[in-house]
């Protein structure tokens, strides 16, 4: 049906965090109303290191329910990997994912860009640049784009870090994906840090959270302190049409290992997908009430 709303996004979360398994990740954004998912693992591993027979299982499910797969939230240059691990293991796995995203359907991965693991400054940045020119040359004839999250590593230590590693490497296989939550636990401001690195965002991560005894608590998009709101009007205003994806962190928290309670991963989930659509329909509108076609 066609569903008047205020906002121009497409919706979608790391499904994950609704649940372990696909039957799972489906229902719950079956659920919500969603026809986009964005996949990090299945069942506890990552999207590469499933079996043929099962990424086949898996695809069937997915076209049987009429999904599409937005984004593949990969392990490369991630918090377990920082610069100093052998480089082999992030090139297998994106050659791996490149021939799984064809079969999705997907053009997007995600991946950071190497914590520092004792090296000085210059040589962190000199190894990391070395890395992400092969990367991004093997995505650009892959025909596939590389999505640098604003997480661990050289280049998301700061916006300047971001646009200088964009300028050395000049690739249109190098874009960015903008995690609103991540300024609060790597201390900087979510909304100065998007002002700075929009024209190159393609992909939105909806995370919230605050500091509380020096520890970070996740909480409902808009209640805490990382100006989801401001960051999603200025999203609207500038006109971003793109995708927006849900990452709760209220239970699954990967890089933390924490993996929650399966009774509340699906409900938490839709929940929190629940309370981004109404946080969205307080936007100001942009020259009055986008229409956008759901299922």
């Not at 693992?41 to 027979?53: C, E, M, R, T």
């Not at 892959?142 to 200088?164: A, D, F, K």
């Not at 971003?240 to 409900?267: A, F, M, Q, R, V």
């Amino acid at each position: 049906m066609l569903k008047k709303q205020r906002y121009p996004f497409i919706l979608s979360g790391l499904s994950d965090e609704a649940g372990p398994s696909i039957d799972i990740q489906i229902q719950a954004h079956l659920e919500l109303g969603w026809r986009e998912m964005e996949i990090r693992s299945l069942n506890g591993k990552p999207l590469y290191k499933i079996d043929n027979s099962t990424f086949k299982q898996i695809k069937s499910k997915l076209d049987n329910a009429d999904f599409s797969i937005t984004t593949v939230a990969s392990c490369i240059g991630n918090w377990e990997r920082p610069i100093n691990m052998p480089f082999e293991q992030d090139l297998e796995e994106l050659k791996i994912l490149s021939e799984r995203m064809h079969k999705l359907g997907t053009k997007y991965v995600r991946i950071m860009s190497y914590p520092n693991n004792g090296l000085s400054e210059d040589d962190w940045f000199k190894y990391v640049v070395e890395r992400m020119h092969v990367l991004t040359e093997f995505a650009y004839s892959s025909n596939i784009v590389l999505l640098h999250e604003n997480c661990s590593g050289w280049g998301g230590v700061s916006p300047q870090n971001t646009l200088h590693l964009l300028e050395i490497i000049n690739n249109p296989a190098l874009r960015l994906l903008f995690d609103i939550g991540n300024g609060i636990a790597y201390n900087y401001d979510s909304y100065e840090f998007l002002q700075k690195v929009y024209k190159y965002v393609d992909h939105v991560h909806v995370k919230d959270g605050l500091i509380q005894n020096q520890e970070v608590i996740y909480t409902l998009p808009g209640e805490g302190q990382s100006k989801v709101k401001k960051c999603l009007q200025f999203l609207l205003q500038n006109g971003y049409t793109g995708i927006l994806s849900i990452e709760p962190h209220l239970h699954l928290i990967p890089h933390l290992k924490k993996n929650g309670k399966l009774n509340d991963l699906k409900e938490s989930y839709i929940n929190y997908g629940r309370h981004l659509e109404t946080l969205l329909e307080t936007l100001s509108p942009i020259d009055g009430e986008v229409k956008i076609l759901h299922e």
